[in-house]
């Protein structure tokens, strides 16, 4: 070991040993053990610095860095990053591996660590050895304009807010631009032979038809699954706060009026066709959000375990957790006209089409907590994942309603990092959540 890793492995061992009492303090040994494992396992194992002085970040049981992935992965440590350069530095690395990554394709939603050519290079689409996975996700392209802001947010940095950065939001710009008008514009195509339909999209890689809205399109959602339309809600809602992180960035630290300009007047768009596309009148929930919806009347019930959600909407600042249109929302997100919502005997919770029919995602009970505004029912959540993790001590992707023993993925770095967040919240020690935006109106609902 190199004197530069074991300065690494110390200041690991040291954050991890830091946090952990804190939780400990609050919480319970049970909890504080789980936490810990959780907490540095991302740090030692996931993490992966590259000699060009970023770090790529694979998700766990797949040698893969998704976008969207590795920024949910290290949200647990932006809480610490004020306090800790070394953390912050980390954080930094990461960011610009990402916006890297966003250059090469922005299609693209998971990376290789360098031009091997490993993944899915079968699929039919315009390939790249840089790339495991060409599936089009809006989400993918928000993760690490997030990060970037929230890096920025709690640390108060701005040296990654860089010429890489610049090229980064305008890329995203430029395609959220395109992919609003998909049937016309849009160069982009997936297909993949003999596999599931979600693994691929029909009408010779275009995807279903859509309709003009002012939303920006997605093939596939945050799962890697395909749209059943092509404007998801919550992606959209996700690519809104980004934008208004990009021209608080492009006036502050970028001196760019132009991208500035150009981020609002986007966020906008996406924002009126939400307000006039996907919230929908539904029987007994009266207005709420769809999950996705194509601008010619289509619009898809339910929502999906994986985030952005409409569960998480607050989570990722686009509105208050008490929001009137979020929490009507939310009551029929967690109901059973959800048709992903389950309740079983070991638990109750979202599941999602990505996996086994009565599977609940630990995801989603960590953001469920997460946007509560109740203690009593952010600590049920918090027991709920200590008890379903089949004595493995990890935090899988999903679990059987009924026995938790059934479980797919035994590594997913996402979902540990997701419990930490969880059980930060509950200890009080989560500090790094955004400002709490003002009430949204619904500006007429489709039907």
């Not at 006039?276 to 029987?283: F, K, L, R």
């Not at 919770?349 to 952010?378: C, F, K, V, Y």
Request: proline letters at 6%; aromatic letters at 8%; one cysteine or more.
């Amino acid at each position: 070991m190199t004197k530069t890793e074991e300065h690494v492995a110390r200041w690991i061992e040291d954050l991890v040993r830091e946090v952990g009492t804190a939780v400990r303090e609050r919480t319970d040994a049970t909890t504080a053990q789980r936490f810990e494992a959780a907490y540095g396992d991302t740090l030692r194992r996931t993490v992966q610095p590259q000699p060009d002085g970023t770090a790529f970040v694979v998700t766990g049981d797949i040698p893969a860095m998704w976008l969207r992935d590795s920024s949910a992965q290290l949200a647990p440590y932006l809480h610490v990053a004020g306090d800790h350069a070394e953390v912050a530095d980390l954080l930094v690395a990461v960011n610009r591996r990402q916006l890297d990554q966003v250059a090469r394709d922005p299609y693209a939603n998971a990376f290789n660590a360098g031009p091997t050519g490993a993944g899915h290079a079968g699929d039919r689409t315009q390939q790249s050895p840089w790339v495991w996975e060409r599936k089009y996700e809006i989400d993918s392209l928000c993760a690490p304009l997030h990060l970037a802001a929230d890096i920025r947010r709690v640390t108060g940095r701005t040296d990654h807010l860089d010429e890489r950065y610049r090229a980064a939001a305008r890329a995203t710009i430029a395609l959220w631009r395109t992919e609003q008008d998909h049937e016309a514009r849009s160069p982009y195509r997936f297909e993949r032979d003999d596999c599931p339909p979600s693994d691929t999209l029909v009408r010779d890689g275009r995807g279903t038809p859509t309709a003009v809205t002012g939303m920006s399109w997605s093939g596939f959602r945050p799962s890697d699954d395909a749209c059943r339309y092509g404007y998801l809600v919550p992606g959209n809602a996700f690519a809104s706060v980004v934008l208004a992180d990009v021209a608080d960035a492009a006036d502050d630290v970028l001196g760019d009026p132009d991208l500035a300009a150009e981020a609002r007047a986007l966020r906008a768009e996406l924002e009126r066709g939400i307000a006039e596309h996907g919230v929908v009148e539904v029987a007994g929930h009266g207005a709420i959000y769809a999950y996705e919806v194509d601008g010619l009347g289509g619009a898809l019930l339910m929502d999906d375990a994986n985030v952005p959600s409409l569960l998480s909407l607050p989570y990722l600042g686009w509105c208050s957790p008490e929001d009137p249109l979020y929490l009507a929302t939310r009551e029929f997100v967690l109901s059973p006209d959800n048709p992903t919502y389950l309740v079983g005997t070991a638990a109750r919770g979202l599941g999602s089409p990505h996996t086994p029919p009565d599977h609940i995602w630990p995801i989603a009970l960590a953001l469920e907590g997460l946007t509560s505004t109740d203690d009593a029912e952010r600590a049920r959540l918090l027991n709920t994942l200590l008890a379903t993790d089949a004595g493995t001590g990890s935090t899988h992707e999903s679990f059987h309603k009924d026995d938790p023993t059934r479980f797919t993925r035994e590594w997913f770095s996402w979902a540990d990092a997701m419990f930490c967040e969880l059980v930060l919240q509950v200890a009080g020690l989560r500090a790094a959540a955004r400002p709490t935006p003002a009430p949204r109106a619904v500006a007429g609902s489709a039907s």
